[in-house]
């Protein structure tokens, strides 16, 4: 049986329709991620890395969302976890899909990767960079404090970029025996 230390909140009217709607969108998320992780790492492992790394970051964050509404929508946290589960999966067949292509047929890799940097740019210019301007701007305590905190995780990942771009060749000598 189940044990819960706060309170049990009713399932929500359309709740079910929620949890499908995140866990399918998830699952194809999932799935576009891994085919442009695949895709990178056949073209280079600093891309690969790069990839892997942007798409850890931008997912911790969005899987701690997706937790927090399927958990709203009154899903047991072993469901859930069945969900993720089977969500990462399609994330394992994609980066093996975009290996496969990047293999076969290494022309498709710019492309998938060409379309992966915009989509990372679409989220930074229309989701974040407007949060990260109202942190500064709007009224409140602590706002400079969390645009400071805001650009310093933006130098830190460009730092991390920076670092692999230029140890590539060090990781790639580690890596072969």
């Known amino acids: 049986h189940g044990h819960s230390h706060g309170p049990t909140l009713p399932p929500s009217p359309g709740a079910t329709d929620l949890v499908?709607?995140?866990?399918?969108?998830?699952?194809?998320?999932?799935?576009?991620?891994g085919l442009a992780i695949g895709a990178a790492f056949s073209h280079s492992l600093a891309s690969g890395l790069s990839t892997a790394l942007a798409v850890l970051c931008h997912e911790l964050p969005h899987e701690l969302g997706d937790?927090?509404?399927?958990?709203?929508?009154?899903?047991?946290?072993?469901?859930?976890?069945?969900?993720?589960?089977?969500?990462?999966?399609?994330?394992?067949?994609?980066?093996?899909?975009?290996?496969?292509?990047?293999?076969?047929?290494?022309?498709?890799?710019?492309?998938?990767?060409?379309?992966?940097?915009?989509?990372?740019?679409?989220?930074?210019?229309?989701d974040m960079l407007p949060e990260a301007l109202r942190g500064a701007e709007g009224p409140g305590e602590g706002t400079w404090g969390r645009f400071l905190l805001q650009n310093m995780g933006f130098l830190l990942g460009s730092g991390i970029m920076l670092g692999i771009a230029l140890a590539e060749g060090h990781i790639r000598a580690w890596l072969q025996p």
Do not use: E, K
């Open 67 to 126: 937790l927090a509404v399927l958990l709203r929508a009154g899903t047991a946290p072993r469901t859930i976890l069945l969900l993720n589960l089977l969500s990462t999966l399609l994330s394992c067949l994609g980066a093996a899909a975009g290996a496969a292509v990047g293999q076969s047929s290494s022309h498709l890799t710019p492309w998938i990767l060409t379309t992966t940097a915009g989509i990372f740019l679409y989220v930074a210019l229309a």
């Open 20 to 33: 499908w709607m995140v866990v399918l969108g998830d699952g194809i998320h999932n799935l576009t991620d």
